[in-house]
């Protein structure tokens, strides 16, 4: 059940960053006809999500060092992020990293899924040490998916979530 509910939230964030981004392409044609996909859309799988890697590093480390202006400037004006705190549009995540001590954090087990020519969703497992407003945050890895979208001929974050590991005895504890 909570995978079909990551599937069905993932597939609403491709869905509305989509839409979302068709809509500003239409507005800066000024013809309200979409723009011919980039040559950068053409890019092999491989060389795209070394690139998604490499822009999802830059990202977290603008986060880590709570420059929100950095942060803001590559992710898409409309994306939304769900984490084990819940959901939040840009101006709450800037909000939260003041509240953040991220002291390291690694990637690994990256996964590219390209949804479209212009979508694509890279998935990976990270492993962050932090305090959350003075609380050391668990040691559990997150596995974690950046929706990317194509805009112009760049790839802009619109749709992150996270979801923390818990071993199947936990969940059964409950």
Sequence with gaps: MRKLQAVAIVALGVAMSTVAFGADTKAATGSGKMMKPSATAAMSDSALQEKLVAMENKVFEAFKNKDAQGFKSM?????????????????QSVAMMADYDIKSFSMENYKLVRLSQNVAA?????????????????????????????HNGKW???FHQETMAQSAEAGAQK
Excluded at 122 to 148: C, E, F, R
Aim: glycine letters at 4%.
């Design 75 to 91: 992710i898409a004006k409309n994306c939304w992020m769900i984490d084990p705190s819940g959901m939040s549009d840009v101006d």
């Design 122 to 150: 890279l998935t990976y497992t990270a492993h962050v040490t932090a305090s959350y407003k003075g609380q050391d945050m668990p040691p559990n890895p997150s596995y974690v998916a950046t929706v990317y979208v194509n």
């Design 156 to 158: 802009i974050p619109s």
